[in-house]
């Protein structure tokens, strides 16, 4: 009861979350359900408290339209958040994956992106942040296909980078990051940096939902279009296993995915969608009204 009314650390005197709780109540319980199990205690006493059950509540995201709203915003006031937001509604990536992009995870002439890191920032940790691996059942990367318009802006923003390091007669190493905090990008941007700036900017605009709302809009967006093994192969849920079957290091359905999330954004309808518009049209012309094929498209 202590620990629920006033056990924060980061905040002295104020309540823990419920996940806290949730994950205190397991270490505690598993501690002691192996005393009682060796004969130290007589039974587990952490197996008579309930901790506080889940948030079953479902994370705001955005609108097709409040999407292509934020987008057009960042790019008229801000390039660089503009850049990392476009990113995070056409990937799905998490803000942490988007903050430890090198440049070499990057093929912009194949247009694919290679994922396999995430960068967590944290008094104590040396220079105050560590870029470690994602969790992965096999710790493998994962790729994913990048869209045309992605991809130009993407080297875009690598001149403005390599013309800031000219500046000071330096050049951008290759592993540099994408998103540096220095000219030199050997020091990534803080994803909770990010989350603030579009914080600023989706109040202005009147938006409800937060930054890592963009990746729930992917993946919700995507299942319209491609399977949902294609969803989790682009959005990294669990684990990805390679097979021999797949000519080229990016599967075809997820390019697909990557073209249709390359023009949502921009209102631009995709193949697909328009050809689903125009059998609809067909449809309804023969039967004379009747259900019409949903669009995938805007």
Known sequence: ?????????????????????????????????????????????????????????????????????????AAAKDPELYLFLRLEATTGLRPGEVCALWWQDFDLDAGELLIGHNVVHAKGLPDGYVRKRTRSRHGDDRPIALGKATTALLREHRARCEAGAGEWDGELATDSYV????????????????????????KELGHGYRLYGFRHFVATQLGAVVTAATVRERMGHGSLQATSGYVHRVSEADRRAARHMDALPDGKPTKRATTSRRRSRRGEGQAGGGLRVGSVGL
């Open 179 to 202: 998103f540096a905090a220095d000219q030199a990008g050997r020091r990534p941007l803080r994803a909770d940096t990010m989350t603030r700036r579009f914080g600023k900017l989706a």
């Open 1 to 73: 009861m202590a620990l629920r009314k006033s056990g924060s650390l980061r905040k002295p005197g104020e309540p823990l979350s419920a996940s806290r709780l949730r994950d205190v109540h397991a270490v505690i319980s598993g501690a002691l359900g192996l005393a009682a199990r060796y004969g130290w205690i007589a039974y587990n006493p952490a197996a008579l408290m309930k901790p506080p059950a889940p948030d079953s509540t479902k994370r705001p995201m955005p609108t097709k339209m409040q999407a292509r709203q934020a987008l057009q915003a």
